[in-house]
């Protein structure tokens, strides 16, 4: 198949461009710069140049593939309602390209609060921005002759390499000589290994009902965020502490803030685990904190 790839040489995407290539599928990757090109040329796959604002050229690179796989978001949550903007409009765009088509659109989404698989995102609250985007795949797809398959992920998938948000904790406590957790620090995040993800992508291209939200997830009950604190400040050899109070929060945390507070799990993964004859199999998110490796 020619396999229409976004942030083809990012964290998730890159794992999920090499499982295509090895398969055999053609790929072109979308690149934004002169390094991503040279490292998805490396990679075995054709290139397009643009961002998920090159609108016309998410849309055009869509109508000659068989399928897409768009992992790509813009991951600066300062401004997070204004990424979910200018993702909402590339979905727009590919989906442009692909009406009528009866091909497969494959869209990276997040747990949301959601429930299980066959849960809709929620229409009003935090979740319901990002959730907007699965709500316009969905009705689009179904109107347009596009198959959809939603693969959600945890705020974790964590791995050697990662720069989302367990780094960005990191980040934050050597910045601030302590590792933080907020009140007591119950709030769990579930958590998927970048390997485990990438085949969830692959596998939700050919397999699975039209419509399908995958929870590509192998924590499903979470990680305290206590723990993930205590495990960071062990790395860095730093205090740990609990901080409360909206201000003092904001304070630490920066536009990080309305994240470290949330719990983000899912029910177990059975449907999807039943319907992609998917299995995680890395390791856990504790034990990739474990490796100096992983802060390197």
Known sequence: MKVFVTSATGWVGSEVTRLLVKEGHEVTALVRSEASEKKAKEAGVKTVSGDLESLDVLKEAAKTADAVIHTAFI???????????????????????????????????????????????????????????????????EKEKVRIAIVRLPPSVHGVGEKAFVPMLYGIAKAKGVSAYVDEGDNRWAAVHRDDAARAFVLAMTKGPDG?????????????????????????????KSISGEDAVNEHFGGFAGFVSLTMTSPPTTLTQERLGWKPEARSLLDDIADPAYFA
């Open 212 to 240: 399908q939200r995958a929870h590509a997830v192998a924590e499903p009950e979470g990680v305290r965020l206590r723990d993930i604190a205590e495990a960071i400040g062990k790395q860095l050899d730093i205090p740990v």
């Open 75 to 141: 991951h600066d949550f300062a401004r997070y309602a204004e990424c979910v903007a200018i993702d909402k409009a590339a979905v727009g765009a590919i989906l442009d390209g692909l009406s009528g088509s009866g091909k497969t659109f494959v869209l990276a989404s997040a747990l949301l609060g959601t429930g299980d698989e066959d849960t809709l995102p929620p229409l009003d609250g935090f979740s319901a921005i990002r959730g907007a985007v699965e709500r316009l795949a969905l009705e689009r797809g």
